[in-house]
């Protein structure tokens, strides 16, 4: 059968724009000779909609988009996923593909199993189905699945669920499975989907066509890298990441296809710069600004958001304090020649000589310290916003993940802004990602030096006192990902880490700063998700909390009602 794959960049909330999306890519596929198109899970509705779904008229709006494409199909069928209502007991909604066909009632057919964990919150909206649909198409039974229905148990995080909607549509005489999927991006998840995906048309001997949706939404990225597999479990069609794409895939085809080679850094630089884009094109932003201090992270910030939006559209500001090394003002100026973009210079010396002046007798006898480091932050995220306000430029900050995670960050300060564009990438990766985007295989052709040598190799350092670089605060870089890795996003107790050889006062000191900050990363920009756990979206602990992983009672403590002192 050949079967066309719609992968679009739907928008949440954008119900007449999401609907011109499908119907155009419907019309295209269906001339180029497609039996059947899918296109993906809440199309119509952009994923995930969260609480758009309780607002009066919206659900009744989707319903209308899908009536009307039913209105415009012509012989050839539309599987497409929307919010249907439930009018029986449970939740109110579906998670929904309708089967629309012309001259013919919509068929429908209901997500079965719904995630509840990470950044997925279904339960909330949805009531599952039973099992999903087998449809009858062009004389072929075609087993409809939504998303997280085709996700077999050692894929996910633990056991789950109890159902295998797959094997299900198999014993009721599917021949093809179909996929409409809304699977956001995470380092290593392209892989792990081709795996997948394989393996199951290998032990159903049925092909499997996975049609995913692409573009950014919020925190989320959606990579596309739509999928077809023959029954051998061959791989026989890949659509492209991070950018909107068609194909039609013949299902019996024996021609299989190498998988595409995986480059990390190119990944994760493509997901950034989607979730840059996207994230300012959907917000209704023109252009970007950023502070450009001489460091790593905002020069890699500064890379991605260039790539993204265009030079002309990307401003850069110097705002040198009296720590600022020369070599880090030469090396933010020498970023904006590479770049190409509007460096503005502004120094806050005077500014943080005038503002210090105001404290001189409220803090008679009492030592500078991280009250007048953060003071020089601060003044620099008043600036920003300033310009920011003015212009109508995006504020986007340049915090890492491991900084994010231990508070090494000043709130109002360099927190101060619109998007965390790496806060879940850890300053190892930052690094990686620097020497990539100055190699041949960014894609320029050949290695170039966009980001200074000197940027990437000094010392990182906040130069917020005198002499200052972050180990005087923190463990070295790499000792502070693997611990954060473990800790945040495996969920590792401070025993499990140190048996793995990490020194236990290190692991305490970073335990509890992590566990200190999360009132900080509560106030902080919404970041772009790129590992397996972010701050934030995918991650929920309370400020307000006591917990300590500590040994609670020792083995020789009695029974005996405590007594206070």
């Known amino acids: 059968m050949r079967i066309g794959l719609a992968q679009i960049n739907s928008t949440v909330g954008d119900l007449r724009g999401n609907f011109e999306k499908i119907l155009a890519s419907y019309s295209r596929l269906t001339a180029a000779g497609a039996e059947l198109v899918l296109a993906p899970e809440l199309a119509t509705t952009g994923y995930p909609p969260q609480d758009l ?28 996923g929307y919010v249907d209502r439930n009018d029986g007991r449970g939740k109110p909604f579906f998670n929904a593909a309708a089967l629309l066909e012309r001259g013919a009632p919509i068929r429908k057919s209901y997500k079965t199993l719904l995630p509840t964990y990470d950044v997925f919150d279904e339960d909330r909206y949805f009531e599952p189905g039973t099992g999903g649909e087998v449809f009858t198409i062009g004389g072929r039974k075609i087993g409809v699945t939504i998303c997280e229905d085709i996700w077999t148990e050692r894929y996910l995080p633990r056991r789950l669920y109890d159902l295998e909607p797959a094997r299900g549509l198999v014993e ?160 933010a100026h020498a970023l904006a020649r590479n770049l190409g973009i509007r460096c503005l210079d502004l120094p806050i010396g005077e500014a943080f000589a005038t503002f210090k002046a105001q404290f001189e007798k409220i803090f008679t006898g009492l030592p500078d310290d991280t009250t007048e480091e953060n003071m020089q932050s601060r003044l620099r995220g008043m600036i920003l916003m300033s310009l920011s306000n003015k212009f109508g430029h995006l504020l986007l900050t340049t915090g890492n993940k ?91 107790s401070a025993r499990e880490i140190v048996a793995q050889g990490f020194d236990e006062k290190t692991v305490r000191w970073i335990q509890r700063r992590v566990d200190l900050n999360e009132y900080k990363r509560a106030q902080a920009a919404p970041g772009i998700k790129v590992t397996s756990r972010a701050f934030g979206v995918g991650r929920r602990m309370p400020i307000a909390q006591q917990y300590a992983d500590i040994d609670l009672f020792s083995k020789t403590e009695s029974c005996a009602s405590p007594t206070s002192a």
């Not at 779904?53 to 497409?80: D, M, Y």
């Not at 499997?208 to 069609?237: H, K, M, P, Q, T």
């Not at 450009?292 to 500064?302: F, K, N, P, W």
């Open 402 to 492: 491991s900084e994010l995670a231990v508070g090494y960050c000043t709130i109002y300060g360099d927190m101060a802004g619109g998007l965390a564009v790496i806060s879940d990438v850890p300053k190892t990766l930052v690094y990686e990602l620097a020497r990539w985007i100055n190699s041949d295989r960014s894609g320029a052709g050949r290695a170039r030096e966009i980001i200074p040598h000197a940027t990437i190799e000094k010392p990182p350092s906040a130069e917020l006192k005198p002499g200052q670089v972050d180990q005087d605060s923190l463990p070295p870089y790499d000792i502070l990902d693997s611990i954060l890795q473990l800790y945040v996003e495996e969920n590792r």
């Open 53 to 80: 779904v309780f607002k009066s008229r919206f659900v009744p709006q989707n319903l209308e988009a899908i009536e009307r494409l039913h209105a415009c199909i012509g012989t050839v069928p539309l599987l497409v």
């Open 172 to 331: 009721k005489g599917a021949e093809i499975i179909v996929n409409l999927s809304a699977s956001p991006f995470s380092l290593g998840k392209l892989e792990t989907r081709l795996e997948m995906v394989g393996a199951l048309a290998r032990m159903h001997q049925r092909p499997i066509v996975y049609c995913n949706v692409v573009g950014g939404n919020d925190e989320l990225v959606f990579d596309g890298s739509s999928i077809a597999f023959n029954r051998a479990g061959d791989l026989i069609a890949q659509l492209p990441s991070f950018e909107a794409a068609e194909a039609i895939v013949e299902t019996d085809s024996t021609s299989a296809l190498p998988a595409l080679p995986r480059d990390a850094m190119a990944e994760l630089h493509g997901a950034l710069s989607l979730g840059v884009r996207d994230y300012l094109a959907k917000c209704n932003f023109k252009s970007a600004v950023l502070g450009l201090s001489g460091g790593i992270d905002s020069a890699v910030v500064a890379a991605v958001a260039v790539h993204s939006l265009g030079k002309e559209n990307v401003v850069g500001v110097s705002m040198p304090s009296p720590y600022s090394s020369r070599g880090s003002i030469e090396d």
